[in-house]
C-alpha cells in the first residue's frame, strides 16, 4: 500500500545530543511537511518541502533543520536537542500545495530528552 | 490571518448514536479547504474529510459528512452510528491559498461508550 513512513516510532536521545528523524513515501508527492506536535497541542507546522525548494516557517527554532536527498525521503535534524523539543514528530505529503490537497501524515516519531 | 475554533474540548457519545464534532473558522481568503482528521491516541493522523469553500454540496465519506454553512462559518463533522473505534482525538483544519498551510483547531476528544 502506497504510504507515509516514519522511523523510527520512538526516538529517545540525550540533552544536546543531535537526533536524525526519517520520514519516506511512496505516493510521489511533491511536499514533505514537518510538523511537531507537543502533548494535547495541535500540531505545528515547522517547515516544509515544495519539491526541492525548502520553506521554513518563521517561528521555526534554528536547531531545526531538514533536508530532502530525494523526492521519496525527508530527514529532520535536530542540532541540539533541548527539553522543551519532546514531542511528537509528524511527517506529512500532499501531492500539491492548494486547499484541493490532502495532507498524509505518517504514525509520527515520539521524541523523549534525557 | 486564518484560525479555527474547536469549542468542545471533550464529547461522550453512546455506540450506535450519531453525533456532531463543531468547528468554526476565520479566514480572509476567499478560497479555503476545510480538512477533518482523527488521531487516536497511537498517534496517527488520519484524513477523514475535505470541503472546500465552492463546493455546492455538503461532503460525505461513508460515515462522516461535514456539514458546511459558509455564511455562518462553520464546518461541523457528523459521525453516524458511532463504534468504538471512532474514540479519539479530532482536529478541524483550515487550508488557505494566502499563507498556504494548514492550521488546525485544539480538537475534541470524542469517546465512545458502549
Known amino acids: 500500500d502506497a504510504m507515509v513512513i516514519q522511523n523510527p516510532r520512538y526516538q529517545v536521545t540525550q540533552f544536546g545530543k543531535p537526533v536524525t528523524l526519517s520520514c519516506s513515501q511512496t505516493l510521489n508527492h511533491n511536499v514533505m511537511y514537518w510538523y511537531q506536535q507537543k502533548s494535547s497541542q495541535a500540531p505545528k507546522l515547522l517547515f516544509h518541502y515544495y519539491d526541492k525548494d525548502f520553506n521554513n516557517e518563521a517561528d521555526t527554532p534554528d536547531n531545526f533543520q531538514s533536508r530532502r536527498p530525494n523526492t521519496s525521503f525527508c530527514f529532520l535534524d535536530i542540532r541540539s536537542p533541548g527539553l522543551g523539543d519532546a514531542a511528537m514528530y509528524l511527517c506529512?505529503?500532499?501531492?500539491?500545495?492548494?486547499?484541493?490537497?490532502?495532507?498524509?501524515f505518517g504514525d509520527g516519531t515520539r521524541l523523549s530528552i534525557l | 490571518a486564518q484560525k479555527i475554533t474547536q469549542t468542545q474540548p471533550g464529547m461522550f457519545v453512546q455506540e450506535k448514536e450519531a453525533v456532531t464534532l463543531d468547528c468554526t473558522y476565520d479566514t480572509s481568503d476567499p478560497s479555503y479547504g476545510l480538512f477533518w482528521y482523527k488521531q487516536p491516541s497511537s498517534g496517527e493522523m488520519i484524513f477523514l474529510i475535505y470541503?472546500?469553500?465552492?463546493?455546492?454540496q455538503n461532503a460525505t465519506e461513508g460515515r462522516y459528512s461535514l456539514n458546511f454553512q459558509k455564511a455562518r462559518k462553520s464546518a461541523n463533522l457528523v459521525i453516524s452510528a458511532s463504534q468504538l473505534g471512532d474514540s479519539a482525538m479530532y482536529f478541524c483544519?483550515?487550508?488557505?491559498?494566502?499563507?498556504?498551510?494548514?492550521?488546525f483547531g485544539t480538537g475534541t476528544l470524542l469517546a465512545v461508550q458502549p
Open positions: 506529512a505529503t500532499s501531492r500539491d500545495r492548494g486547499r484541493g490537497n490532502p495532507q498524509h
Open positions: 470541503q472546500g469553500s465552492y463546493d455546492q
Open positions: 483544519a483550515i487550508y488557505g491559498g494566502a499563507t498556504n498551510k494548514l492550521i
